[in-house]
Structure formats: C-alpha cells, structure tokens
C-alpha cells in the first residue's frame, strides 16, 4: 500500500504545480481598463481622447473593461485547459483517465525481448516495468517502436511495432 501511495505522489504535486498560477489569477483584483489611467498626458493627447466628452470617454472605458475582462475569461479558461491536458499527459500510466488511446513512444536502446521484472525506458521520459512473464525470445532491436495500450482495472499492455506478443506492465516512472 506504501509503494501504491508513493505512486500517487508526483501526478498529485504536477497538478497542484498545473492550478496554482490559475488560482492566483482568480485571486487578483480586476484589471482596470481607464484608458486616462493606463496613458501618459502625452500618450492620452497624441491618440486625440482629449477630445471626447466626458459621456465618450466613459463608453469607451466600459468597452474597453468589458473587453479586458472578456480576454482574462478566455484566457484563464485556456491555461485551464491547457494544464489539465499537461497533467492527463504527464500522469498517463499512473492514472486512467478514461481513455483508450495507446502511448505511443521508442524503447531507448536496445531491446532484448519481454521478461517479467525487465524495465523498459521510453524516449518520452516514461519507465514501465514488465509484471507478467510474458516473453518474446530471440529478438534483438535497437530503439524500437512500441505502444502501451489501457486495459481494465488500470492495467496495461506494451507491444513492440510488428510483434503481436503483448507484455503486461506498470508505470514506475
């Protein structure tokens, strides 16, 4: 249960690290748009607003907040998304998230054939380790192409391209 738990650890703090700039973002005062406050004298003179009557000039500064807060939106709801899919791609092995697409990578250096207890370190970073005795005797290749596909129960299946022996196995890395 300890090995299980310290599993768990690094996809918990790589999605903690992925939400706290958003959470401070949420935690911010509103920008203000007041284009008066944001210009210099000069700059507010030279654009020609001081011209606009005290009526424009504050619809332009509602546009201009209406649309400021309208960017932060988008923008906050892209790093969002754009974190959450960092950490679905970091954690992938360690969690199931609910899909069924392979993992699909090299084995770096050279391969041997499956057998139980043999880690495999793959060009993207990730380490698995093989837990059954599946085995593929007699094959030698260097760097070769493999993809780890999700099955039930968080369990998964590496195959190496053009072999159809597939080896059970677990991320640890």
Same mark, same amino acid.
């Given at each position: 249960m300890k090995?299980?738990? *310290?599993?768990?650890? #690094?996809?918990?703090v790589?999605?903690a690290?992925a &939400?706290?700039?958003l959470?401070w973002?949420?935690?911010?005062p ?7 406050q /944001?210009?210099?004298a000069?700059? %507010?003179k030279a654009a ?5 009557s005290?009526q ?9 907040q209406?649309?400021?807060? /309208?960017?932060?939106t988008?923008?906050?709801?892209t790093a969002?998304?754009e974190g959450?899919k960092?950490v679905?791609? *970091?954690?992938?092995?360690f969690f199931? %998230?609910?899909?069924a $697409?392979?993992i699909?990578?090299?084995i770096?250096? $050279? &391969?041997?054939? &499956?057998s139980?207890?043999?880690k495999?370190?793959?060009a993207n970073?990730?380490v698995?380790e093989q837990?059954e005795p599946?085995?593929?005797?007699g094959v ?5 192409k493999?993809? #780890?596909?999700p099955?039930i %129960?968080?369990?998964?299946?590496? *195959?190496i391209?053009?072999y159809?022996? +597939? +080896?059970?196995v677990?991320r #640890?890395?």
């Amino acid at each position: 249960m300890k090995a299980h738990l *310290k599993s768990l650890r #690094i996809p918990l703090v790589l999605m903690a690290l992925a &939400f706290a700039p958003l959470a401070w973002a949420q935690q911010s005062p509103p920008l203000t748009a007041n284009v008066e406050q /944001q210009m210099s004298a000069e700059q %507010f003179k030279a654009a020609g607003l001081d011209k606009l009557s005290p009526q424009e000039l504050a619809a332009l500064n509602a546009w201009l907040q209406h649309k400021v807060t /309208q960017e932060t939106t988008k923008a906050v709801e892209t790093a969002k998304e754009e974190g959450r899919k960092e950490v679905v791609a *970091k954690s992938r092995g360690f969690f199931d %998230f609910g899909t069924a $697409e392979p993992i699909e990578s090299n084995i770096v250096g $050279e &391969f041997k054939g &499956f057998s139980d207890g043999k880690k495999y370190t793959l060009a993207n970073g990730q380490v698995w380790e093989q837990i059954e005795p599946a085995t593929l005797p007699g094959v030698r290749k260097t760097d070769p192409k493999v993809s #780890i596909k999700p099955g039930i %129960f968080n369990s998964w299946y590496m *195959k190496i391209d053009g072999y159809n022996t +597939a +080896a059970k196995v677990r991320r #640890i890395k």
